[in-house]
């Protein structure tokens, strides 16, 4: 069991912000709304739209890591994410709100974000969404010019031998 406090998180993180607030926000109202608890395996999947401080909040509570397979980037720069529960089928994206009653001083505004009523912070839709397949191992090969391996599904050739992104775009 973990501990799903905002100062466990934090601890995770590594400092407290206003992002990490409203990530640990957005992923409370998310699990809620589904009913689920942290994934124990890849039963919870989170497509994130930006690499900001709540994306940790989203590793920790929801236990969708980039390693298990069930974290998924998606770079178009919106503080959203989107969590399906594979066994259900069901999905929800929880967005955050702009907060004009927020006070504008860090402290205080984090503050708020921890304990301010739902509603005032984030939105949470119910959405249709194909989970995508389970994580799978992949053969590896052993570039031709580094030495390196390199997933053989990312491997290019180069000079009729396997090797990796990029000594593929290398120019001797």
Request: glycine residues 8%; positive net charge; hydrophobic residues 45%.
């Amino acid at each position: 069991m973990i501990d799903a406090s905002f100062g466990a998180v934090a601890q995770f993180h590594g400092h407290v912000c206003p992002g990490l607030a409203i990530g640990f926000r957005m992923v409370q109202a998310a699990l809620a709304a589904l009913g689920v608890p942290r994934a124990a395996d890849e039963d919870l999947v989170a497509v994130v739209e930006n690499d900001a401080c709540g994306v940790d909040a989203v590793q920790y509570l929801s236990g969708c890591t980039f390693g298990k397979g069930n974290l998924i980037f998606r770079d178009i720069g919106k503080h959203a994410y989107t969590f399906c529960h594979r066994p259900s089928g069901r999905a929800v994206r929880v967005r955050s709100l702009e907060a004009p009653g927020a006070p504008p001083e860090r402290e205080a505004r984090i503050a708020w974000l921890l304990s301010a009523p739902q509603e005032q912070v984030v939105v949470v839709e119910k959405v249709q969404m194909e989970p995508p397949p389970c994580a799978r191992v992949r053969a590896s090969v052993v570039c031709a010019f580094c030495g390196e391996r390199v997933m053989e599904t990312r491997a290019r050739v180069r000079d009729g031998r396997f090797c990796c992104i990029p000594c593929a775009s290398a120019r001797d």
